[in-house]
């Protein structure tokens, strides 16, 4: 756990500070090379579960009952795609219910092209 709070609670400023962090670090990691660029478009189950504020195994299940984010692969191998999951993050804080997220995250990704 990065916080240094009683987990799993992080204080405002330790939640802005890891935020940045993020921001900071995957805007240099597109930046880097073409190959590096597509390798951070796929996710590892882990990496999209970190980004969703989630476990791994709740994400699993999200994917298989309401087939989103779709995943490449199946298990602890399952891959999924970046736009996806940021898009679900996005609607995830926008919303009360996961199925109104996932509603909202598919019309992003439409309405993005």
Do not use: I, K
């Amino acid at each position: 756990m990065f916080c240094t709070g009683s987990a799993p609670f992080c204080s405002r400023f330790e939640l802005a500070f890891l935020w940045r962090s993020f921001t900071v670090t995957h805007v240099s990691v597109n930046a880097t090379s073409p190959v590096a660029n597509a390798a951070a478009q796929e996710l590892s189950c882990d990496e999209a579960a970190h980004l969703l504020g989630t476990s791994a195994e709740v994400l699993r299940t999200w994917s298989l009952q309401l087939a989103f984010p779709t995943p490449a692969g199946a298990g602890q191998e399952a891959t999924y795609r970046r736009d996806e999951v940021e898009a679900l993050r996005g609607a995830l804080a926008s919303n009360h219910s996961v199925e109104g997220a996932v509603r909202d995250a598919r019309r992003r990704l439409v309405a993005a092209g």
